[in-house]
């Protein structure tokens, strides 16, 4: 099955790491190569898989000559990511992970937005599939919109941090040069490592567009590797929200105020349940890790009253519950959760109608 040459100008590359999943990789290549847009560059790096997935990516490319399989040691998902990148020719990149698939004019739609609006990076839906391909009920933030939005970089990186964008590079299509004309790449040896990055592409483009079009199909599954949380993932967590910080302070310094609020914002609306069942899961989280976290809110809020931004008092008595919650949890918990988990409640519908009554007073 040999591609003919089409009209489609730019062309547009593939890349899709690829480790432990034989199951479902014929279901993701053949996905690709069925794009309406034909003029792609299809990358399939083996991330020294052990299984039969070496010999289906060689199997593909014998029937598709847009297909190149790097074959590599293992080295993560970044280490895979970035051998593909430093590969590509093409005028746009576009992340697939091996185990999903994306729909037959997913390419197709993100480089007619792109030429319509004079974007650099589109943005589209998602939607969620079970390992045996059933559609999941899903709520993401991301999906949230209806209507084409048309964002600037500022724009997007408020709406990442906000968590209105989540942190998939597979989420949207991006000019080849936000990645290639800045010396991108992904961290090696960690997760999390599409939030330690993604403010950085989105950053770097000139203009942003999100079309409300589910385009691609994310598949939940068991071994995949945000399916379960340790106490590594969670000190990754930490380590890409740094990235993330350090990155928009020294690109964008004028987010300096609005980083300090928002980071102060996620921990006081952290859900308590989800801390209780954390340590209740026997995840075994680290005290010092415990500490660590009690650190990085007097940290910000220190940053805070030195730039003379106020913290509204709703979000400090919540932060303080925090703190508190977090110090019952490592020592197994107290007897009074459901006490706690309603003043909780309580104190966090407080900021909510906080922050809708600061936004009424700006319109």
Not at 245 to 251: K, P, S, T, V
């Amino acid at each position: 099955m040999t591609t003919q040459g089409t009209d489609d100008d730019m062309l547009v590359s593939v890349i899709v790491p690829v480790y432990k999943v034989e199951r479902y990789l014929d279901e993701c290549v053949a996905s690709i190569v069925a794009q309406t847009y034909r003029n792609l560059e299809i990358l399939l790096v083996d991330d020294g898989s052990p299984d039969d997935c070496p010999a289906i990516c060689d199997d593909w490319a014998e029937k598709d000559d847009r297909i190149r399989v790097i074959h590599k040691p293992n080295g993560g998902l970044s280490d895979a990511r970035n051998a593909g990148l430093t590969r590509a020719t093409g005028d746009c990149i576009y992340f697939v992970d091996s185990d999903d698939t994306i729909a037959p004019n997913l390419v197709e739609r993100a480089v007619a937005t792109m030429r319509e609006y004079d974007a650099d990076l589109v943005m589209f839906q998602f939607d969620t599939i079970s390992e045996n391909d059933v559609p999941l009920v899903s709520d993401y933030r991301h999906n949230d919109f209806d209507t084409v939005m048309v964002m600037t970089p500022e724009e997007g990186i408020k709406a990442q941090v906000k968590a209105e964008i989540d942190g998939y590079f597979w989420s949207f299509l991006a000019a080849a040069p936000i990645y290639k004309d800045h010396g991108f790449s992904f961290p090696v040896g960690r997760k999390i490592e599409d939030m330690a990055r993604i403010c950085n592409v989105i950053g770097e483009a000139r203009r942003i567009v999100r079309i409300p079009e589910v385009l691609y199909h994310y598949r939940l599954r068991k071994g995949s590797i945000t399916s379960g949380w340790s106490p590594q993932l969670i000190k990754d967590w930490m380590k890409a929200a740094d990235d993330r910080e350090a990155y928009i302070l020294d690109r964008y310094p004028d987010l300096k105020g609005f980083m300090r609020l928002q980071q102060l914002t996620f921990f006081a609306n952290l859900d308590y349940e989800t801390i209780r069942q954390s340590v209740t899961a026997s995840l075994h989280i680290d005290p010092e890790d415990a500490n660590e976290l009690r650190r990085r809110i007097d940290r910000l809020r220190k940053d805070m009253d030195d730039s003379g931004d106020a913290v509204p008092e709703s979000t400090d008595s919540l932060l303080d519950m925090l703190k508190d919650s977090v110090d019952d949890a490592v020592d197994d918990f107290k007897d009074n959760f459901k006490e706690i988990r309603d003043d909780w409640i309580r104190i966090s519908r407080g900021w909510k109608e906080y922050m809708h009554d600061k936004e009424t007073d700006r319109d």
